[in-house]
Each structure stands twice: as structure tokens, then as C-alpha cells.
């Protein structure tokens, strides 16, 4: 579609990806594709009952999309395998990143992972963590990061995204710019971490500028609190950390992606009016919103209410552009 045919509705709507309740195309998902005109859904095990029924459903959501005039959606998963998948049985089960050996093994992950995804319609995988735990095992992340050496974690990190691209699945590098070092679970509070910049470049940072030049399709931003980059706001929110840094810094061109905006780290500080707006004021791509709630159409109708004025205008067609341009490289329908 041309950006050109699109009404503000529909605008505002690509900036959004959501959760739902059910197992089929509902009212309840109706009113997210027809009326939010969202971009895209992320799908939970909530949502899973077999590989009939999800592929049904995900066909079905494209269908739907279609008939209503809109876009293809992105639907989206967790599926980086051992603690984090959202699929189970009869899908190949993984033991996840810290057990991967070598490139091979990163290799069959990404390529097995690929090819079952996209027999059910899924397009984008929330995958691969590029997140570096630390060596003494405290880290949030010691579960799912693929280990605790820059180097080792790009090199395992940009295997997946390759192979789950050229597989034409989008490949989503999270969380930036790296939450390895942190303690604190963002699912429950906000962590602070006082890294400055040249030392998250030496570290954290070296995962993400590898995935940039594997042309990895989307970058997850973290809800950390970097409180020498942004006193104020955590990356998913920050203008001086997506906008500054990911986007002018590193160049990257790709989609940026919040975190789920449901998680304690940004609903115990911030409303969703304040959120919506940091998020249009930095450029980033999508708003995630996991849970099904009145959060959903209000940032709909934030989005909406925001999107023409002159701080937000140039930067949403932008936004949308992009949203649409990935669409049109991996969403065959």
C-alpha cells in the first residue's frame, strides 16, 4: 500500500503492536485490526492451543486485515528457545542460548526455528538476546544470554539473525543497549544502571553494533533506567538513547521496538500519555503493548491526536515508511 492512500487512523495504528485473550479471531481482535488498525500482534502461549489452530488463526488475522483494507500485520513471537518459547510440543524443543556450542548449533536453532514459524504465519521472532551476562552468575539475564564474551555473544547473536532472515523470518535483537549487567527484573520494577557511553561501547554495546551490520530487521529497546545517558527516561522512552545513539550513533535504519509497555519498569513511573509521546518524540517504530486493556485503545487515541502536529509529523511518516517497507520484504501473503 501507498503511504499516501494512508488516513491518520491507519498511521497512528502501524505504530502499534498488541496482545489479546483468545485462541480465534473474535470480536476482541477484530476491534484491534479493524478499529486500532494496529501494525502488528505478539502472540503468547495464551493464544497457542495446536498447529492447526494457530495457523488457522494467524491466516485468519491476515485475512482479516485484508478485507478491512489494512496492511499485513507483523505477528510476532518469543521464541528464543529454553526458558523464553512460546511454542511447545509438537515444535522442537531447545534447551536455549547458553547451551548452544558453537555456530552450528546456533545455526539449527535459527533455521528449525525459521522454517516452523512460518509454516503457521508467524513473521517476526522476538530473537535473537544479544544481552552479555556477567562471569559471576548474577545476572537477570544468566538464563538466556548466549554467555558472558562480546565477541562469542555477536558471533552466536548474528548467526540467528542470519539464518532466521534468510529463512524470511524478521529477526528482533533485544534489549538494548544491553541489560546483561542489570539485577533487577523490569517485568516487576525499574533498574538503574550508571554505565556511561564508552563504557556500554566496550561492552554492551559490541552485540548490537554486529547485528546492525548483519542487517538484523528490528532492535528491542530494554526498559533500563541509563541514568548517565537519560536521567529521566529508560531506553524504551529515551530521545537520547534511541534517537541519539541507535539511530544517529550506530545508523541503524531498522525497526525499533519497545518493550512491552505493560511491564512494572514503565507502569509504575510513567503514565501511557507520557510514554506515547517520549515514544513519538524518539523516533521509535512500535509500541508494544502485550496484555489486552484500555492501554490499547488509548494509545491509539494518543497516537492519533499526536501524530500531524509539527514536533511528531516528519518523524511518523518516517516511522511508517519503515513499518511498511518491512512488510512488503518478508510479509508474503
Not at 511447545?88 to 516452523?116: C, L, Q, R, S, V
Not at 532472515?165 to 539485577?183: D, S
Request: charged share 25%.
Amino acid at each position: 500500500m501507498d503511504l499516501s492512500d494512508f488516513s491518520p487512523a491507519q498511521i497512528a495504528g502501524q505504530r502499534l503492536m498488541t496482545g489479546f485473550k483468545g485462541t480465534l479471531l473474535d470480536d476482541d481482535l477484530r476491534f484491534i485490526i479493524e478499529k486500532i488498525k494496529a501494525g502488528g500482534v505478539i502472540l503468547f502461549k495464551r493464544n497457542i492451543s495446536s498447529f492447526e489452530q494457530i495457523r488457522d488463526l494467524c491466516f485468519s488475522i491476515q485475512e482479516y486485515a485484508k478485507s478491512c483494507g489494512q496492511p499485513p500485520l507483523f505477528i510476532a513471537i518469543d521464541q528464543e528457545g529454553g526458558k523464553v518459547a512460546r511454542l511447545g510440543h509438537p515444535w522442537t524443543i531447545f534447551k536455549g542460548n547458553p547451551a548452544m556450542k558453537n555456530k552450528d548449533d546456533a545455526a539449527y536453532f535459527a533455521e528449525t526455528t525459521a522454517n516452523e514459524l512460518a509454516s503457521i504465519g508467524i513473521n517476526m521472532n522476538f530473537a535473537p538476546v544479544m544481552d552479555i551476562a556477567t562471569k559471576d552468575g548474577n545476572s537477570i539475564m544468566k538464563d538466556r544470554a548466549f554467555g558472558h564474551d562480546p565477541s562469542w555473544v555477536s558471533e552466536l547473536g548474528t548467526t540467528v539473525i542470519d539464518h532466521l532472515q534468510l529463512n524470511n523470518i524478521m529477526a528482533v535483537a533485544k534489549h538494548f543497549p544491553g541489560i546483561g549487567r542489570t539485577l533487577l527484573d523490569s517485568h516487576i520494577d525499574r533498574p538503574i544502571f550508571n554505565a556511561d557511553l564508552n563504557d556500554l561501547m566496550s561492552f554492551d554495546l559490541i552485540p548490537f553494533k554486529a547485528a546492525i551490520s548483519h542487517d538484523v530487521a528490528g532492535i528491542m529497546l530494554s526498559h533500563i533506567l541509563y541514568a548517565k545517558l537519560d536521567p529521566k527516561w529508560p531506553a524504551s522512552l529515551s530521545y537520547e538513547i534511541a534517537k541519539k545513539i541507535l539511530r544517529e550513533m550506530m545508523a541503524f535504519d531498522g525497526l525499533v521496538i519497545t518493550d512491552d509497555l505493560d511491564m512494572g519498569a514503565i507502569k509504575k513511573h510513567d503514565n501511557i500519555e507520557s510514554a506515547i509521546l517520549q515514544i513519538l518524540l524518539s523516533g521509535i517504530d512500535i509500541a508494544l503493548i502485550c496484555h489486552q486493556s484500555p492501554d490499547i485503545e488509548n494509545a491509539f487515541n494518543i497516537l492519533l491526536d499526536n501524530i500531524n502536529k509539527d514536533l511528531y509529523k516528519e518523524g511518523s511518516i518516517n516511522c511508517v515508511k519503515r513499518i511498511l517497507t518491512y512488510k512488503q520484504k518478508y510479509i508474503k501473503i
